[in-house]
């Protein structure tokens, strides 16, 4: 009786304005059930008894929950949930398009005139032909360059740099991660800055009131809280312990490039002093006679020398410490005996640079200074 009376009155409340809660069911699947099939089931469409079909809770309306778009390209689902209490910043990921995020790794050089897919990375290198007997590979800040005889063909070639694809993508990820900290430690020059000379930091101080005889800066140390003037070349110079301070002759309102030029002046005068004094040291011990020296500023090379005793060594070697200077010296004089990079000429460096595989890595590893 109780049950019939229930019954009876959810029929009659519609008319006295009340509605009953709906009691719920589910859409079955089809086909055989069982409990562990009903325990995984996701939540399906409900129907009240009065065939008034509830939707189920959209994305918008569950708490704690907000929206993040997906790939359009990806052809995935429009929204994705993203609890409101995860990091904010997984939130703030930029987002790439399909085409982006399947790119291969490029490396191209700007001379580019051929390019090939190696595994996953695309390379686009320069290609020329040349007199020389076989195909040479080159691997520098600007990518890849290959060089080949005239005769050979382009299947060849590709054929070689397919080879060497191991040793290319190295050398390339290198190159880039040595341009990457360039980039990041590009020197801003202000008053108070520092640069490096042999290896010590050295703070620059502008001081207008002074123009230092026409030289333009003057090196000083503090010693007991008083200034010394400083040579480079002096002994000792790079194991002092003092501080350093380059005082420039310049207003304070000096620009940026004003700075440089006049720091820049001066380290090459301290170049050209040391690494002539260097190459007087270093000439007698390997029995050779270099005739002319001259300063570079080249933007991958660090020296030269032709069989007619000329040497060339960038300015900018200024910054390493002594010992790496020394290699690079040694190097260079090295090739007035032998001109080439053959099992004899490191023989002949090795001879008078013992350690010269660890100097070479540091000069490689810290790179060419960016201005």
Known sequence: MQTFLQFALGFLEPALGKRPAPRLKTRRPSGPTSRTHEAVQPAQLRIDLWGQPEPLPTVQQMPGRQLVPYLAEAGLAPFETLDANANANTAALPLQTLQQALAPVTFRHPQASREMLLGDTLVAYAFARGKRRTIGFSVGPEGLAVRAPKG????????????????????????????????????????GASILLMGRAVTLVLEPTR?????????????QDSLQARCVTSAGFEAADSELFLHIGLPHAASGEQIRDAAQAWLMRQARAVFSGRLSHFAPVLKVQWRKF???????????????????????????????????????????????HSPQFWETVCAVVPDYRSLRDELKGQGMPRY
Not at 160 to 170: F, Q
Not at 311 to 327: A, G, T
Request: proline share 1%; with cysteine.
């Open 152 to 191: 050979v063909a382009l299947h060849e070639v590709e054929k070689a740099v397919l080879d060497k694809s191991s040793w290319i993508l190295k050398k390339l990820q290198e190159a880039r991660q040595l341009q990457q900290r360039q980039d990041s430690s590009r020197m801003t020059w202000t008053d």
């Open 294 to 340: 001259s300063l570079s500023s080249a933007g991958t090379r660090w020296g030269s020398a032709t069989t007619d005793g000329s040497i060339r060594l960038n300015w900018r070697l200024i910054h390493f410490r002594l010992p790496v200077i020394d290699y690079v010296v040694v190097h260079e004089l090295s090739h007035l005996r032998v001109m080439n």
């Open 211 to 223: 123009d230092f005889s026409g030289a333009g800066a003057q090196l000083f140390s503090r010693c």
